[in-house]
């Protein structure tokens, strides 16, 4: 019973912040990398954020020094927040885990995803 969902979405002006939450269950959260995408109207999904199983991070270019992945393994939950908003930012937000061995992709969940909004 896997679930990953996620919250903090909404309406924000540029330069505003917003902070995401994806709660995870059902799966060893721990052990597991995770990942924010985002897919804006017509285009590629992209990969945002990633935090691993031991806390390593990596960022996107377009959101270096504006949005910060961290996660609580206590609470199963993983967060993104967003600062120095900009209308390119607008899109939905999806959480993902994965978890992979000698190379090979293993479990790879996604929850349903929260619309980011960037407007004035």
């Known amino acids: 019973q896997v679930q990953l969902v996620e919250s903090g979405g909404g309406l924000v002006q540029p330069g505003g912040s917003l902070r995401l939450s994806c709660a995870a269950s059902?799966?060893?959260?721990?052990?597991?990398?995770m990942s924010w995408y985002r897919q804006a109207q017509g285009k590629e999904r992209e990969l945002v954020a990633t935090?691993?199983?031991?806390?390593?991070?990596n960022y996107a270019e377009s959101v270096m020094g504006r949005f910060t992945i961290s996660r609580d393994n206590a609470k199963n939950a993983v967060y993104l927040q967003m600062n120095s908003l900009k209308p390119d930012d607008t899109a939905v937000y999806h959480c993902?885990?994965?978890?992979?061995?000698?190379?090979?992709?293993?479990?790879?969940?996604w929850g349903q995803g929260t619309q980011v909004t960037v407007s004035s």
């Open positions: 993902n885990a994965y978890y992979s061995s000698h190379g090979r992709l293993i479990y790879d969940y």
């Open positions: 059902g799966f060893p959260f721990s052990n597991y990398d």
């Open positions: 935090i691993t199983s031991t806390g390593s991070t």
